[in-house]
């Protein structure tokens, strides 16, 4: 499987944006799908995961109420709207596919990483 994100970009704080990924090679509809990021200096974290069914998404602490995650099946794509962006989200943001229907935050169910794609927030 191979994971195309995009969508970063530089923006002022208290921006958006969206970003989406790709999946090609296989279909991944039956694999949760998630977003980690990672800051410069620090390791990579974990943003948000969701299931298979596009249902039980769960976020770090940080971003809960301000980013969404979503999924389209039918396109292979998932997806990360990004509201009321800070300076401290900052960071290379990866999309990855986990090997079960369901996700966690453990990055050690991941198959498979995209090749990230970079959000700059000014402030």
């Known amino acids: 499987v191979q994971l195309q994100a995009c969508g970063g970009g530089l923006v002022q704080a208290g921006d958006s944006l969206k970003l989406s990924c790709a999946a090609s090679?296989?279909?991944?509809?039956?694999?949760?799908m998630g977003w980690f990021r990672q800051a410069p200096g620090k390791v990579r974290g974990f943003v948000a995961q969701?299931?298979?069914?596009?249902?039980?998404?769960t976020y770090e602490d940080s971003v809960t109420g301000r980013f969404t995650i979503s999924r389209d099946n039918a396109k292979n794509t998932i997806y990360l709207q990004m509201n009321s962006l800070k300076p401290e989200d900052t960071a290379v943001y990866y999309c990855?596919?986990?090997?079960?229907?369901?996700?966690?935050?453990?990055?050690?169910?991941?198959?498979?990483w995209g090749q990230g794609t970079q959000v700059t927030v000014s402030s």
């Open positions: 969701i299931n298979w069914k596009g249902a039980s998404p």
């Open positions: 090679g296989r279909a991944v509809s039956n694999n949760a």
């Open positions: 990855a596919s986990y090997r079960r229907p369901w996700g966690s935050r453990d990055q050690s169910g991941i198959s498979f």
